[in-house]
């Protein structure tokens, strides 16, 4: 943690005394975003605390310089924990596509892919803190044309999770969006991602998820543990969306096989969801294979309803992480462009343990 945080200050104060001693970078951008959230519980057989927690609280910095060359870099302070964010070198005068390189998005997962400030929900889907490997350090090219696009990425560790007793996990990545329909009905996403990860020398790895509400350290409900001896992992989405008018749905399916060695058994595990929501007084934009912030018809508040199930499945032979379905409603409320207001209630279904907790969460958040 001191090494990330020695880097990370030292990062910051080049990126910014850079942009603003060089002429050659073009109008550095500072960006941000604060996420502060608030849960309350009824127990069931599980315990859980009510809390407060600042979820997020970035600052960064973007701009570009040269013929086709932009970077950005942003870290998050919440809670007094320093951790990197993107921090990226991009070239896009290569093909007709951008080369990327540093610390970003693995290109997995329409829901991962959508920014945390645009999510209808006030936490993504069990199946995308389970399965989804997040920011990595790593390579990527991505191209986005009127109504199909594709993301490719070659990626190793996330920054902070050195590992330093043998080699480094080595993966591979590709996501294609298609768009079948544009028009006065509406847009439709289709899209397919795979991801590859061997383990190398780390041998194990382990998938588990929150009951999609973090406030007052929820804990996890299903939790594989660390499964030994593995040497892969091979994971499979599928993605599918409609945008017309005020109304939007949203659909994932994923999974992830676990190839293990020394004679113990191969485990798969998956999980999907479904979600769907209808904007008053404004839209929900998409462009580029993913979702977008809602935006006002005017200058009056925009007014947000959603609906979502979301399911995951953590067992599998002698692997017992656990089933758990989940009911979401959700109300947002968008007084500006860069402010939002969000109000959930999570109906939480543990099928291993009969464990029927609700929770009530509330953020505010202001991204500029």
């Known amino acids: 943690m001191n090494a990330l945080r020695k880097y990370g200050a030292m990062a910051s104060t080049l990126l910014i005394g850079a942009s603003l001693a060089m002429p050659a970078l073009a109008q550095p951008k500072i960006t941000g975003r604060l996420h502060l959230d608030a849960a309350l519980y009824d127990d069931d057989k599980t315990t859980l605390d009510n809390g407060v927690l600042v979820r997020r609280a970035r600052v960064g910095i973007n701009g570009s310089f040269g013929d086709g060359f932009a970077y950005h870099a942003e870290f998050n302070f919440a809670e007094n924990d320093l951790s990197a964010a993107d921090q990226w070198l991009s070239y ?41 490997d997040s920011r990595k350090l790593g390579v990527g090219y991505e191209y986005f044309a009127s109504n199909y696009g594709y993301q490719l990425m070659a990626y190793t560790r996330g920054i ?73 992992t091979l994971k499979l989405g599928l993605e599918g969306g409609w945008v017309t008018g005020p109304f939007w749905l949203e659909g994932e399916y994923m999974r992830a096989d676990v190839s293990r060695k020394d004679g113990f058994s191969d485990v798969d595990f998956s999980a999907w969801h479904i979600q769907s929501g209808y904007v008053f007084n404004g839209t929900r934009p998409y462009r580029g294979g993913r979702f977008r912030t809602v935006k006002s018809n005017n200058d009056r508040a925009a007014w947000e309803v959603a609906v979502r199930y979301s399911a995951i499945d953590l067992n599998d032979g002698v692997i017992s992480g656990g089933e758990e379905n989940n009911i979401t409603l959700g109300l947002n409320v968008y007084p500006s462009d860069n402010v939002r207001f969000m109000a959930n209630v999570i109906f939480v279904d543990q099928k291993d343990t009969g464990d029927k907790p609700t929770a009530f969460a509330l953020r505010t958040q202001v991204n500029f």
Request: net charge neutral; hydrophobic share 30%.
């Open 92 to 132: 896009s005068k290569l093909g007709p596509g951008t080369l990327k390189i540093g610390h970003f998005k693995v290109p997995f997962g329409l829901n991962e892919q959508t920014s945390s400030n645009s999510i209808s929900f006030i936490e993504r889907t069990m199946g995308t803190e389970a399965f989804v």
């Open 160 to 232: 902070g999770d050195s590992n330093a007793s043998g080699d480094e996990p080595i993966g591979g990545a590709g996501r294609f969006v298609f768009n079948p329909m544009t028009g006065d009905r509406g847009t439709v996403h289709l899209g397919v991602a795979v991801a590859y990860q061997s383990t190398d020398d780390d041998n194990e790895v382990r998938f588990r998820s929150r009951p999609e509400v973090r406030a007052g350290g929820t804990p996890r409900l299903v939790n594989t543990g660390m499964i030994s001896n593995a040497s892969s």
